[in-house]
Nanobody, 124 residues
C-alpha cells in the first residue's frame, strides 16, 4: 500500500519562504506523476503544482507561478515544493498526492493517494 507523508509546514511572515517535502512508500515512486494541492478553511481543495514521473513536465496554478517550484528526487522517493515570496492568501493545509499515471495532470480526479497534509500559515 502507498503512504505519503508531508513535512515542512509552519508559520512564516509574508515575503518569506518554506520548503515542503513528501516522502512516499509502497508502489514504485518513480513510475507516477505527483502533485501538490491546498485547502483553506471553508474552501474546496485546489490544485497548486504537479510534476510528471520523470520530472520532465511541470505545471502550476496561476496564483503561484513565479513563486513556487515543484521538484522530485526519485532516488529518495521524495517530492518537494519550494515556496518563495509567500503571501497571506497562501495560508492553507497543503497535501501531497500520487497519480494513477506517470503523465502530468492538474486534476484531483487523477490522483489515487493522498498524504495527511501539512499546515502553512503566512502572517501579514
Amino acid at each position: 500500500q502507498v503512504q505519503l507523508v508531508e513535512s515542512g509546514g509552519g508559520l512564516v511572515q509574508a515575503g518569506g519562504s518554506l520548503r515542503l517535502s513528501c516522502v512516499a512508500s509502497g508502489r514504485t515512486f518513480s513510475r507516477y506523476a505527483m502533485g501538490w494541492f491546498r485547502q483553506a478553511p471553508g474552501l474546496e481543495r485546489e490544485f497548486v503544482a504537479a510534476i510528471s514521473y520523470t520530472g520532465g513536465t511541470t505545471g502550476y496554478a496561476d496564483s503561484v507561478k513565479g513563486r513556487f517550484t515543484i521538484s522530485r528526487d526519485n532516488a529518495k522517493n521524495t517530492l518537494y515544493l519550494q515556496m518563495n515570496s509567500l503571501k497571506p492568501e497562501d495560508t492553507a493545509v497543503y497535501y501531497c498526492a500520487q497519480s494513477s499515471r506517470g503523465r502530468y495532470s492538474d486534476s484531483r480526479l487523477e490522483y489515487d493517494y493522498w498524504g495527511q497534509g501539512t499546515q502553512v500559515t503566512v502572517s501579514s
